[in-house]
Structures are given as C-alpha cells and as structure tokens.
C-alpha cells in the first residue's frame, strides 16, 4: 500500500458522505411533498454503507451499495379540505421525520471533515517523504 | 621487472587478474552492505508507519459502515518481526539462502510488511449497528502515527546528511 492508496480510501469517504448529505438534503426539502410523479407521497431515502476493499483485502474505503426507501408508515394529517384528502379526510404525508435527517447531516458533516484531515495529513507526509535527504 | 624473493609478489604473477578483482569484488559488497544496513532499520521503520497509516484511514473511512470492525496492530512487535527476520543482529540485510538444486526453497529476506498481524480494537462504546470505530481514539491515533512518520523522516534524512557529509573529498 502506498500514499495513493490513502489518498483513494479518503477520497472514497468524502464521497459516499456526500451522497449521504445530499439524500439528507433532499429528504428534508420534500418533507411535505405531499405527491410526487408517480402520485404517491414521497418516501423518505437513506443511504447504505458498505466496506470497499479489493478483492482479497480485508482493508478499503467505503462506498455507497444501494439507496433503500424507508418502509416507515405516512403520516397522516388531518385536512378534509385538502384535494387529495381521503374518505376520512386524512392525507398522507412523508415519513420524513426532521430530527434523523438533522442526526444525519451532523454525523456525516463530522465525518466528512475527519477524512479532510486524513486527507491534509497524507498530502503533508507525501510532500515531506519527497524532500528526503536534502 | 626486478625479480626479488617476495612471496606476495611471485603470486601476483601467477595469476594477477584473478587475485586483484576477487580482493576488489568483495571489498566493494562489504561497504554497499554496511551503507545499506545503516538505512535499512530506518526504512523499514518507515514502511511499517505507511501501512499503519493506511489502515488507520481505513478505519476513519468506515466510520460510518455498519458492521465494521476497527483494525489496528501492534507496531512495536511487527517491526522487532520484520528486523528479526534478517538473521544478523547487528541490523545487516539478512542473506538469502543459498539454492544449488532445483529442490532447494529459497528465503529472501522479506522486503514488503506482507503477512502483518492485524487485531481488532475493543469497542470502547457499543453502538446499535455493530461498528466500532471510535472517532477520537482513531484520530489521536492517526495524529500520532504522523507525528512518528514525520521524526522518521527526519532522522533519515539526516543519516543520509552525515553519509553524505563524510563522503566528502578531504580539503
């Protein structure tokens, strides 16, 4: 292994934290997205982690595997006036529950700087390493 | 020529070639051997604070990975290992085993840190979804781990300064 391969398992993690932001962000923005194209309301999203090592390594970054709907029931709200509201008057709004998309964004947002400075370090040591013996 | 009764000298004539680049081939392996012994500690040294480099980026990289256990390993009894390897005491390379007959296994001394003893971390906190990375704890690791790689480098580079230094022409 060399200072590249820390460069790729940093980079890996900036990435897949990312995408956990931004499904985070989107969750948050269609939180009362009442329909969304297929006419249902949206469904809130998380993102699924997964080691990334090489075949025959036990070692790796970490890459993002799948992005899972949550399975968590609507939330009804009361609002017989509303359009879409059913026979009982109730509408069927996300699952998004704000306080895990909060956790979420705090989580990945710490990672994501931890790995930022894995990164600075691995940079700095490769610099050094090059001014050997001078 | 004058032909006096020296011994050394009657030899030489013998057969010169022979004598003179046997004596210069094994002077010149001596020395490539020692420079090479005086760096040889600090670049394995060096090597084995790269990978544990790597796998403590691993496991700030995992951080979030269900399931993940962390890894690290004992850097003090992986390098005495990897030294202890080379047979001779003094920090020499250690010599390959010499294979005369196809039947013969060859040893080289070991080059790579392959075949590292890797142990998991104990879980200072249980966690809901089995990872066991510690922020902190790998963080300070990794700081530490640097800081160690930075003296390393520094005190070879000014082993190859003083090597340098004394190869210098007398003034």
Redesign the interface.
Known sequence: ???S??FN??G??LT??AQ?MNVAASNMANADSVAGPDGQPYRAKQV????DAAPGQ?????RVSDVIESDAPFRQEYNPGHALADDKGYVSMPNVNPTDEMINMI??S??YQ??I??LN??K??AL??L???? | MAQKARPFLSMRRRAPDLVLLSKQGTRGKHMLDRLDASLSFYKQALDMR??R???L??N???????D?KA?DFDFRAELDRVLGASPNSSGAPGMGLNTTTPGHIGAAAPNSVDGTT?AYRNATQPSLDGNTVD?DV??VE??NN?VH??AN?QI??NQ??SL?AAMQPER
């Open positions: 292994m060399s200072i391969s820390l398992t940093a890996s993690a897949a934290q956990r699924m982690f997964q080691v036990s070692l790796g970054g970490v989580s990945s710490r990672s931890a790995n400075e894995v370090t691995g700095e040591l050094r390493t001014t050997l013996g001078e | 790269d990978r480099q790597d796998v980026a691993a700030i990289a995992n951080a979030d990975t269900p993940y890894r890797m922020m790998e963080r990794f700081m640097a790689y930075r480098l070879l580079g190859i300064k340098r």
